[in-house]
């Protein structure tokens, strides 16, 4: 039976679904879409504020209305020196040391550089930082993230903002296997309520997704429909699903199936 | 003096990071501030002198995935 809550770094959580606030349509459907998730937890960045289009500070405005756990992430980082410096500024701005913390390895994937990751992951932590890392399935960087202080991880199921769901099922079955009292959120690559719920029957404990959402025909109706499908996904999973085999199995009982005979194979 | 202020060249005579904030109209803005790379927290701005060729950063909030 799986626990009905969502525990990161001891709180608590009914929604399993945490939820980037990038690319909506405008502010008001990003809010609406947040509503109809159920999400409490809001990925949110910094970027660099001009003195003359101050962006930043209606979009401040517009996310301590909606009053959810903010999870502040360094993307766009290359190196340790910069993550670290970015998780230290996003901790004063945002005033959380929850950090969701990306450091690039390339930039047409936009995959982990785990050497870096694991580098910058030591710092923050021993700064007093709550990481939630952007990792990859890699058994061993899970392990040196874990020794570097990780309470969760985050494995991408495919590239961010490809759409393609989750490339490696095995190594994420292999991670969840590995690592049965860490919290493993997929992050990045979720293209659809399926591959959600795909990720929550695999036992993971949330999804993490920006794109999906925000850039469906109608991002409130598609966070509505990806909250059903992780719960749904997660509920599979606590009960317990059937594992896929080779050759057919009548549901039907076969005894007492008429016009048969004993002598008569089929 | 000239230096960089996210990136861009910036002639300013602020003697310190608060006077730099408060010269660009931030200084009572929801932001967080870096110098050559390293993090300087709000409570530290106005005792971060400026020098000739400083590299600062100046952040807000921004929407993120």
């Known amino acids: ?266 | 003096m000239q230096i960089r202020v996210n990136g861009e060249p910036h002639a300013t005579e602020a003697g310190d990071l608060a006077a730099l904030c408060a010269e660009l109209e931030l200084g009572d803005a929801k932001i967080a501030t870096a110098r050559n790379g390293d993090f300087v927290p709000a409570s530290s701005r106005a005792a971060t002198p400026l020098q000739t060729g400083d590299e600062i950063e100046i952040v807000a909030p921004r929407q993120g995935g």
């Not at chain 1, 945490?18 to 349509?25: M, S």
């Not at chain 1, 870096?116 to 021993?126: P, Y």
């Open chain 1, 1 to 266: 039976m799986a626990d009905p809550k969502l525990t990161l770094y001891g709180e608590s959580f009914a929604s399993r679904l945490l939820l980037g606030t990038a690319g909506y349509p405008s502010p008001d459907i990003l809010a609406r879409a947040a509503k109809a998730s159920g999400a409490e937890i809001l990925t949110v960045s910094l970027r660099r504020e001009s003195a003359r289009q101050r962006t930043g500070q209606g979009f401040w405005q517009l996310i301590e209305e909606l009053g959810l756990k903010l999870l502040p992430n360094t993307a766009g980082c290359h190196t340790p020196k910069e993550a670290i410096a970015t998780a230290q500024m996003a901790r004063e701005l945002f005033g959380t040391d929850w950090i969701k913390l990306e450091v690039i390895g390339n930039d047409d994937t936009l995959q982990p550089d785990l050497f870096g990751l694991v580098e910058a992951a030591k710092a923050l932590s021993n700064d007093g930082f709550k990481i939630l890392p952007y990792c990859t399935e890699d058994l061993s960087a899970a392990e040196r993230l874990i020794a570097a202080g990780c309470e969760v991880l985050m494995p991408w199921g495919s590239p961010i903002g490809s759409a393609c769901g989750l490339s490696n099922r095995p190594g994420l079955k292999a991670l969840r296997a590995y690592f049965p009292d860490i919290p493993l959120i997929v992050d990045a690559g979720i293209g659809a309520p399926s591959h959600a719920a795909e990720a929550m029957e695999l036992g993971y404990d949330g999804v993490l997704l920006n794109t999906a959402i925000a850039k469906a025909g109608d991002p409130v109706a598609m966070a509505a429909a990806f909250g059903k499908a992780i719960e749904a996904g997660h509920k599979a999973f606590a009960a317990g699903l059937m594992e896929p085999q080779n050759m057919a199995s009548p549901s039907t009982p076969v005894a007492g199936t008429p016009f048969t005979r004993a002598d008569r194979a089929s």
